[in-house]
């Protein structure tokens, strides 16, 4: 076996993030077990199938011993473990309720560290959100050590997480809002839906038009995800991180400029109305994870309208109305 090579599970392998993960973690020499309960389907994972690398086994994260039982007997015990697994968003959280919710984000999180530390799995990484911080108090960008104050069910659920994994020396990622194109992309995402509603519809409609959030491209969170593998583990046990770049704090009226620049026949209506939920007018600080890991990311949030958009008249998205691309996520942050 190759020294340098590791095993790594990621659980919500299938989702958003984790196929893209796995693809680059295959790419890089890595052997990589999938736990995930396909509730969207699998066909992200299919071009894996036949990787002598890859191994995968549909099961629910929150059930007990279920990690130790999904790994292959003849494979070295994992090195890392992403845990990517959960309910993800504000409209998702709402739409299953607090006990489900709470329930696959909290205690399954708690299931997954206690199997993981009972194997002595050196490396823990959870995917969390900067949506914990709620909205900005002084207009100062939000840093690591700024208190939270959570908005949403979504970012509660993620907090308690937080709390159960960091003591077990886990290494938290808060990410900023995600766009672009994965294996399994998603269209609940402000600036993804922007470019489906203008390329379906020739319409926006705009809420909340001038609240800031940050965005990060879905590549470049598996890049700075999987920094975390290299560094020292004394350096980043029991960090948090946030996960972004500082020129990705967009208004939404910014981005709905850059949705018309590449389809310039859209109405965009605007409508004043203020509701409750994940309110995110927040800007955000990554410093501390580009001063520490040297993290840069490569893409804007132009690429990511282009690539979109692209990606939608050359066909190659299937269906992209179909529910499984929309709300109520169950498999990746």
């Not at 690398?53 to 007990?64: I, L, Y």
Request: glycine share 8%; with cysteine.
């Amino acid at each position: 076996m190759n020294p340098t090579q590791k095993h790594i599970v990621v659980t919500g392998g299938a989702g958003y993030i984790g196929s893209l993960l796995t693809a680059q973690l295959l790419q890089k020499g890595h052997r990589v077990t999938v736990i995930d309960n396909l509730l969207f389907g699998g066909e992200s994972l299919m071009t894996f199938l036949s990787h002598p690398n890859f191994h995968f086994a549909k099961a629910d994260v929150s059930e007990t011993r279920i990690l130790r039982g999904s790994l292959p007997r003849n494979w070295q015990k994992p090195d890392a473990l992403f845990h990517l697994a959960g309910i993800v968003g504000f409209p998702a959280c709402q739409a299953v309720g607090k006990q489900a919710s709470w329930h696959y984000n909290v205690d399954a999180s708690r299931n997954i560290a206690q199997q993981a530390e009972s194997l002595a799995i050196e490396q823990v990484i959870f995917t969390s959100t900067y949506s914990v911080y709620g909205a900005s108090s002084d207009g100062l960008p939000v840093t690591e050590t700024s208190p939270i104050n959570p908005q949403s069910l979504y970012a509660e659920t993620k907090i308690a997480a937080e709390e159960a994994l960091l003591p077990m020396g886990a290494l938290v990622y808060r990410l900023a809002t995600l766009y672009g194109i994965s294996p399994r992309t998603r269209f609940d995402l402000i600036v993804n839906q922007f470019v489906l509603d203008a390329f379906i519809k020739r319409e926006l409609l705009i809420y909340q038009r001038g609240y800031s959030r940050s965005f990060v491209h879905v590549l470049d969170v598996v890049r700075g995800l999987m920094m975390s593998l290299d560094a020292p583990t004394e350096k980043i046990r029991g960090q948090i991180y946030n996960l972004g770049t500082d020129d990705g704090n967009y208004t939404k009226d910014q981005i709905v400029q850059l949705v018309i620049k590449r389809l310039p026949e859209t109405f965009v209506e605007y409508k004043d109305l203020t509701f409750g939920g994940d309110m995110r007018d927040i800007t955000v600080s990554f410093e501390k994870i580009h001063r520490q890991l040297g993290f840069q990311a490569r893409f804007t949030v132009d690429d990511g309208v282009r690539e979109v958009v692209n990606a939608l008249r050359q066909g190659l998205i299937r269906e992209p109305q179909h529910e499984r691309y929309r709300n109520a996520q169950f498999i990746v942050s």
